[in-house]
């Protein structure tokens, strides 16, 4: 009987490890594509301010 509580004791921490194995991977899916969203918004600013200055530049250089 010893034997069988224990046996039960440990498929319910696989169960509950297996669940919190699941809710972290949702959780982590999530953060990880908004991060992509994050990083393609930043590189997609930079290339506009990086226009503006090639702009400038050469309005610049046109007037000299």
Do not use: F, H
């Amino acid at each position: 009987e010893e034997a069988e509580e224990e046996e039960e004791q440990a498929r319910k921490k696989e169960s509950a490890v297996d669940r919190e194995d699941v809710a972290l991977r949702e959780m982590t899916i999530p953060t990880a594509r908004e991060a992509q969203e994050l990083a393609k918004a930043k590189a997609t600013e930079k290339e506009e301010q990086l226009c503006k200055l090639s702009r400038a530049l050469a309005v610049l250089a046109s007037a000299s």
